[in-house]
Every structure is written in C-alpha cells, then in structure tokens.
C-alpha cells in the first residue's frame, strides 16, 4: 500500500512523473528535472514535502531527553524558534537518522524526521521517551511545503498577513515563527531547507495546503520534484540519509563530525562509541569527488585509492556545474591518484573539499 | 506522448530500429524510454567499425536519475554514431524518433529485422506498461 501526500491529486494534475520513494507516491519531476533544478538555482521552486515525519515531544522534560537523544547539543537552542541539525545514533554510534529539532518552549519541541525510517525513529523515539516522561506525538495531520531559491523568502512573505511580513523578513537563518497564510491559515514557517538556497520550509495543516500550493504557483513559484531535490541538495553537501549513512556509519565517518557536541558531563547515546572511535583513530572518511570528464558518478561505483577501494554513496550529474560530482566513502590517509571504475573502466576524479554549490555559484575549486 | 513512426521496429527494451534507403540500419530509443529516463546528460557511444550482436549492450544513455544500456537491434558492423550526442544528449529527450538516434549498422541478417516487434505490437506493450 502505497501513502499518499494530500497534494498528490495536484501533482497528477501538474502531469507529474510519480515514483515509489520509501512508500510514498510521490513527485520525480514535473518535466525536466534539470529545469527545477535551474529554477530553484536562479528563481524560486517549490516541493512537497509532505512525506516527512513531523513529531511533537511534549513534557517538562523533553530538553533533558532531547540531551541524551541527539549527537547535537539542544543546549545551544536558547531562543524560542530555533532549530537545530543533529543525527539520532544507536549505542554503537551509527545513525538512526538525521533530524531537524525546534525549540518551541521548554515543555515543547518539534523534531522532523526522514520518511523513510519513518516506523524505526518512532519506535526509537518513543522508547528512549519513556523515562522521562515525555509524551511523543506524531503529526499526520500537517503536510510541508519546501520553497526555496534566492527570490523564495520574497514571494513566501507576499502571501503572508500584512502584520507578518516584517517579522518574517527578520527571521534569522535555522529559525521558525507562526504565522499567517492566505485565507488567513495557520502556517509554521521555518528559514531551513535542502537545496543550499535561501527559503522557507513550510508546515500547514493538511486541509489547507493545497490552497497554500495554489498560492505559491501564483506568485510564481514554480512545482519542483524530488529528483530536482536530490541534485540540489547533493551539490549543496548535504547527506541523504539511507545513502550517505545508516545504522552501520558514525558521523565521524560520514563527514558529520561537526554536529557532533562532546560537551562536558552530557550523556547522549552513542557518545561512548563516538569517543572510542575518535580515540582508536576513524578508518575511513567521506570525501567530495568531481568528475571532469564526461560520465556520470553514481552510488556503488567502486572508488580506487592508495589504501584500498571505497564506494560512492550519493553521485549525480550536477546540472549547475555540468558535471558529475559524488560523495565517497573511502580509507582514511593520503589517497593519490583516485579513480573510479564506471563498468569496467576507470575514470581519473578529483579530490574536493564541498559544498560543491552555494547560493546559487559553484564553490571554489570545483 | 508523440506518434510511433509506423516504419520503426522495436525491440522490448524500447530501442527502435529503421532501415534506410541504403539498407543501413538506424537505431534510437523510442520517445516512451527518454520520458522514463528523464532529462539525458551523456550518451556513451559505441567505436564504428565495431560488431555488433543483436541483442547485447552497444552504447549507454545516462540520464539524471540513471544509466542504461541501449541494446542492438540487429547484428553487424557500427558505420556511423550520432557524434552531436556528445555535446547534445539532450537532443534524444527533444526528438527520440529523430536527430535523437544513436547509430548506424550495417546489418550482417536482415533477417532480424522480423523478430522485432512492429509500431502496432510495441504501442501496445508501453500501453500495458502504463497500467
């Protein structure tokens, strides 16, 4: 049985390519991936997002479980709205997912969670809750609309209540306010997103999002597929979960150590295992590829080092570089002339530091 | 969708095949298979003057979203490849039917050509793929 977002009739009308993506019917493109793609790039575009879990965590001490929950610090989320990246690791320090979570008050938090692992994060969650008493609640009730691009904020805050424009022009980066959408709908509106573009990600209830869609489409956001999603977010540097890392891989391993807070005396999950780790020396790193000639990197290709073989995990043709990049994860130390065997042939890459893209350029040295 | 040429044949992987007043073989894939495939952005194209099998792998097309082998319709001998694929894979998503072929064979068994399905046979099989 496949789930449905409550957009998925306005897709098939749009004329959408609709896949199977972890058990939701959704999206790949509308037309051309690669125009939504240009147009979140350059304009604005937007997704439905409606597939991701949103979970509410109520009770006075949801920081205290949050604290021993996440890799990531929330005692760094001091004002209300704020948001935080973080992953959600087993006590061998792998990755049960990464997760957004939002201070909303002291006895109440918001985490959004992949769809995916949808079932696993929940049963996770609500098992770790129990001993402290939070209540955990899922949000099927809200859908989400992702808008992002560099003219994305503007046409969101024209569609808002007059009385809210100012205050959401002033949201700060990784930041959420309520406030008002046509029709005077209630929307939760956070400066965060996927595509290494400025935007908002949107959260509304579920019967009003398809008029909230319709609005967008009228101030000129044009409809962007989960295809387009992927190659934003992959030149943008950021992991996808399942792909990038799993259950098996520590942040150490998956470029993530910087979410990672080793602060004094917090016992979280997965800190032991993470320490060791760090202490024993990481055996394999992930790395940013670019292709210069012409082919297309893709997961599972087999990458050739002077330590040993690794694998591609997330690979693309990038169609604001138009080229293929990828990230790798191979052996720790220096790697040499690296290559990658694409059936049976192997394809000088190089090296790089990512992002591959921001804000609408290619970074340096791609 | 646009319109299956009746003087294409087709082999159920969607590659088409026509023969040209010379006798020459062309082959593409039909406007079905760049529709699944998406937005085409390398086409890997055989060396002329290879042989070809009927059947087995000769180039690839990479879309956005993935890589597929395009198989040879007939067996014989690579004479030409469409070499504006490569600044140009886009022109297969343009016109599949069309500028969009890949290559030329000359066919070693024209007999081949009778075990391919027809325009009819192959509307039918992407019409029960649909559903």
Redesign the interface.
């Given at each position: 049985m496949t789930d449905k977002t409550v957009l998925n009739d306005t897709h098939r009308a749009l004329g959408a390519?609709m896949v199977d993506f972890g058990g939701w019917d959704m999206p790949?493109?509308y037309g051309?991936?690669?125009e939504e793609h240009h147009v979140v790039r350059r304009d604005a575009g937007m997704f439905d997002v409606s597939h991701m879990t949103v979970v509410d965590l109520h009770g006075a001490r949801t920081r205290e479980f949050l604290r021993h929950l996440l890799a990531n610090s929330v005692d760094k989320l001091k004002v209300q709205g704020k948001a935080l990246y973080s992953c959600m690791l087993n006590e061998q320090g792998g990755v049960i997912d990464d997760l957004i979570v939002y201070f909303l008050g002291e006895e109440f938090f918001r985490l959004v969670v992949n769809a995916a692992t949808r079932e696993k994060d929940l049963a996770w969650i609500t098992q770790q809750a129990k001993a402290f008493d939070v209540e955990v609640k899922e949000r099927p009730d809200y859908a989400m609309i992702a808008v992002q691009g560099p003219n994305a904020r503007a046409k969101v805050i024209g569609l808002l209540a007059e009385v809210d424009h100012e205050r959401m022009k002033k949201l700060g980066k990784f930041a959420a306010a309520a406030a008002q959408g046509p029709h005077g709908m209630p929307l939760f509106v956070a400066r965060t997103g996927y595509t290494g573009e400025d935007g908002f990600e949107i959260i509304v209830p579920q019967e009003h999002a398809v008029a909230l869609w319709q609005a967008l489409a009228a101030a000129g956001v044009a409809p962007a597929g989960l295809?387009a999603r992927d190659?934003l977010r992959l030149e943008a540097g950021m992991n996808l979960y399942g792909q990038d890392m799993d259950d098996t891989v520590s942040p150490w391993e998956a470029n993530l150590g910087w979410t990672i807070a080793l602060d004094e005396g917090r016992d979280f999950i997965g800190r032991n295992a993470l320490e060791a780790q760090k202490a024993a020396g990481v055996k394999r790193v992930m790395v940013g590829l670019v292709l210069d000639d012409?082919?297309?990197l893709?997961h599972g290709q087999p990458v050739l080092t002077a330590n040993g073989a690794g694998e591609i995990l997330s690979g693309?043709?990038a169609?604001t570089l138009n080229k293929a990049v990828a990230f790798a994860r191979i052996p720790v130390g220096e790697p040499g002339d690296v290559r990658v065997d694409i059936?049976g042939r192997e394809v000088p890459v190089r090296i790089v530091k990512y992002p591959f893209v921001r804000d609408g350029q290619p970074c340096e040295g791609i | 969708m646009s319109e299956i040429p009746g003087d294409l044949k087709f082999l159920k992987s969607h590659e088409w095949a026509r023969v040209e007043d010379d006798g020459l073989v062309r082959v593409g894939i039909s406007d079905h298979a760049q529709g699944q495939l998406g937005d085409l952005v390398y086409v890997e194209l055989p060396e002329i003057g290879a042989s070809v099998q009927a059947g087995h792998g000769v180039a690839v097309v990479e879309s956005v979203k993935a890589a597929s082998d395009i198989y040879s319709p007939v067996s014989g001998e690579i004479v030409a490849v469409n070499e504006e694929l490569n600044d140009k894979p886009e022109t297969i998503n343009e016109d599949a039917f069309g500028n969009g072929w890949i290559f030329l064979v000359r066919a070693s068994d024209r007999g081949e050509l009778d075990e391919l399905l027809d325009a009819d046979a192959y509307a039918e099989l992407v019409e029960n793929e649909d559903h």
């Open positions: 390519r790949i493109n051309s991936q690669i295809g190659t012409k082919g297309v893709r693309s043709f169609p059936r | -």
